[in-house]
């Protein structure tokens, strides 16, 4: 069993910058491949970002070039740095991580992006 644990959502405004962290209870998470999905009001749910156990990284078309995902395996934490948010970003972010056939959600937290 892996628990994970989300952190870092609130308000932002339309061009700002939030860091979700998400922390894993094992350190069995250093194999896991790790996603970020969200899920918006009445859509959904959609991955955002992913990042292998061998650092591999990739993202969704809408976030390219804004968000950042990354890993530190010491401290069994994976990250999703999020630039210039636009209100289109908001939605409950989700971190997940899968090693077939285990596959392990956190509980979300709420990213929303208004003025």
């Known amino acids: 069993q892996l628990q994970l644990v989300e952190s870092g959502g609130g308000l932002v405004q339309p061009g700002g910058s939030l860091r979700l962290s998400c922390a894993a209870s094992?350190?069995?998470?250093?194999?896991?491949?790790m996603n970020w999905y969200r899920q918006a009001p009445g859509k959904q749910r959609e991955l955002v970002a992913a990042?292998?156990?061998?650092?591999?990284?990739n993202y969704a078309d809408s976030v390219k070039g804004r968000f950042t995902v990354s890993r530190d395996n010491a401290k069994k934490t994976v990250y999703l740095q999020m630039n210039s948010l636009k209100p289109e970003d908001t939605a409950v972010y989700y971190c997940?991580?899968?090693?077939?056939?285990?596959?392990?959600w956190g509980q979300g937290t709420q990213v929303t992006v208004s003025s």
């Open positions: 094992r350190s069995i998470f250093n194999f896991y491949n």
């Open positions: 990042i292998t156990a061998g650092r591999s990284t």
């Open positions: 997940n991580a899968n090693l077939y056939p285990h596959d392990y």
